[in-house]
């Protein structure tokens, strides 16, 4: 079966823009969470979704945002990003929140 | 809050040698943990998934073991590859609640030399 996509694979951005990324969990999967990661912090929790409700929310700024959809997509904004925000995101797709958690290949956002 | 250490960062071993990866976490009450592989600048692939209730899961050349009652899981690969270089890490998930975020270890960056 397919596995967890992300769109787009790689982004460049100006300071100061905003930035959407999507994700589409494996069939029947209705949890999806996001992280980011970078080099200095390691793997850092963001939100997750199940259901269309945002269920937990880690600790950044009000400037990261997320969504998900009925048919379980989820997508996540950025507004007014900066330099800091360069990071790998990374979408994670479970069947219930507490079930194995499977990955997507990350978007690659580069902030200049 | 939950803390989970891998150590050492980064290891090189020679093809073909049995290798443990070591993974602590300091709060005992997890629901379940996983280990992952990532290769450089892609994504995480799950590679076993352990429950809280079980002491170990196998999987090809690969071996997972876990004590929670000391906080401590390990990851053993069998005559180790070129193509296991990667970098592994370890996530515990809390029991089910109000927060069920997988909580990750920097991970340890393995190297097989051929």
């Known amino acids: 079966k397919a596995g967890v996509t992300q769109t787009p694979r790689y982004l460049i951005k100006t300071r100061g823009q905003q930035v959407t990324l999507s994700c589409s969990p494996i069939s029947g999967h209705r949890s999806v969470s996001w992280y980011q990661q970078t080099p200095g912090q390691g793997l850092q929790f963001l939100f997750e979704y199940f259901s269309e409700t945002q269920r937990n929310k880690g600790n950044f700024p009000g400037r990261f945002s997320g969504r998900q959809f009925s048919n379980s997509r989820s997508e996540m904004n950025v507004s007014t990003l900066e330099l800091g925000d360069s990071a790998l995101y990374l979408c994670?797709?479970?069947?219930?929140?507490?079930?194995?958690?499977?990955f997507g290949q990350g978007t690659r956002l580069t902030v200049v | 809050k939950q803390e989970v250490t891998q150590i050492p960062a980064a290891l090189s071993v020679p093809e073909g040698e049995n290798l443990v990866l070591n993974c602590s976490f300091t709060d005992s009450a997890i629901y379940n943990l996983q280990w992952f592989r990532q290769d450089p600048g892609k994504g995480l692939t799950s590679l076993l998934l352990?429950?809280?209730?079980?002491r170990e899961q196998t999987s090809g050349r690969l071996n997972a073991s876990l004590d929670k009652s000391s906080g401590r899981s390990t990851l053993y690969i069998a005559a180790s590859q070129p193509g296991d270089s990667a970098t592994y890490l370890c996530?515990?998930?809390?029991?089910?609640?109000?927060?069920?975020?997988?909580?990750f270890g920097k991970g340890i960056t393995l190297s097989v030399r051929p």
């Open positions: 352990i429950q809280s209730s079980q």
């Open positions: 994670a797709s479970s069947y219930r929140d507490i079930t194995e958690a499977f």
């Open positions: 996530a515990v998930r809390p029991l089910p609640g109000a927060n069920s975020k997988l909580t």
